[in-house]
């Protein structure tokens, strides 16, 4: 399968795009003319609605499963952009998980940290080799952090580590990537509302988190997906090697 008609066309992977921050990059990046890969990992009807969206907008896309954590998978999902699209030129690192009860480091478990490291480290990892041979001259990764490592709040210190690890591929990356004209940077949220921020907090939670950053807001997915189109745009070509804290002032 080759949907391919313009070669010339630059093509984004998008990992955990079903929903969320990587539903409206996946969105965004359509728009802004590229060919897009919805990853997602189990809502598959959830990215086929994401596909049909960037459609029926007169874009184009494929919905590719693969769970991030696993190389075999990761090795596939650039198989089947190449497959699809005939090139990959940025790649996107969005996908990650942060468990909806976040008990301090002392009670948390074996299964949660293995599982939060495995994501968001191992994924990021893993899809980050793939492009490092994959992605091509000119292209452009973003990975994702959080502005949580900056805000150091109590119940956040393993998901906070595996954000800490992203942040250190990325600047370390850009530089490996030295004479392929690819740029590396992270983008790090602050509080958004999605699923992944909702699910678990009480209404008092979510209000005071809200009002934390001087916006006085929460951020939305489409805030995100606006500082990933500049680091994919022309207009980011010289940022290389950076964390952008988009978190309306938070930290
Ligand atoms: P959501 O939970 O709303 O969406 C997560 C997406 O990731 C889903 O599409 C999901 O796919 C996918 N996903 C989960 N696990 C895997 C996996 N193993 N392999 C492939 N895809 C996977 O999260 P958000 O949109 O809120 O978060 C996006 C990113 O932003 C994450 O890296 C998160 O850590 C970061 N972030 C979010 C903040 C927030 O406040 N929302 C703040 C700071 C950072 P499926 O459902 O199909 O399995």
């Known amino acids: 399968m080759n949907f391919n008609t313009n070669p010339s066309t630059q093509v984004a992977i998008v990992t955990g795009a079903s929903r969320g921050i990587g539903a409206a990059i996946a969105k965004r990046l359509a728009r802004d003319g590229f060919a897009v890969v919805v990853n997602y990992a189990g809502r ?12 029926s907008d007169g874009g184009r896309a494929i919905a590719v499963k693969a769970d991030v954590s696993e190389p075999a998978a990761v090795r596939a999902l650039f198989d089947d952009a190449v497959a699809a699209f005939g090139r990959v030129d940025v790649l996107v690192n ?3 998980i942060m468990p909806p009860a976040l008990p301090q480091l002392a009670d948390t478990d074996d ?9 968001n480290v191992k994924g990021t990892f893993n899809t980050l080799r793939e492009a490092a041979r994959r992605v091509e001259a000119g292209g452009r990764i ?11 709040l109590p119940g956040y210190a393993v998901y906070a580590a595996t954000k800490s690890a992203v942040e250190t591929f990325t600047n370390i990356m850009a530089k490996e990537l030295r004479g392929k004209r690819i740029t590396v940077n992270a983008v790090a949220p602050g509080p958004t ?14 209000e005071r988190l809200a009002k934390a950053a001087p916006l006085e807001r929460l951020g939305t997915p489409e805030d995100i997906a606006n500082a990933v189109a500049l ?3 022309p207009d980011g070509a010289w940022i290389n090697g950076q964390t952008l804290r988009a978190n309306g002032g938070l930290v």
């Not at 009807?45 to 459609?55: G, H, P």
């Open 142 to 152: 973003v990975n994702f952090s959080s502005s949580v490592i900056g805000l150091a």
């Open 44 to 55: 598959a009807e959830e990215a086929d609605l994401v596909v049909n969206a960037i459609a």
């Open 193 to 206: 509302a999605t699923a992944l921020f909702l699910d678990g907090k009480t209404p008092e939670t979510i």
């Open 94 to 96: 969005n996908a990650g």
């Open 231 to 233: 680091l994919a745009s």
């Open 111 to 119: 299964a949660t940290f293995d599982r939060l490291f495995a994501v």
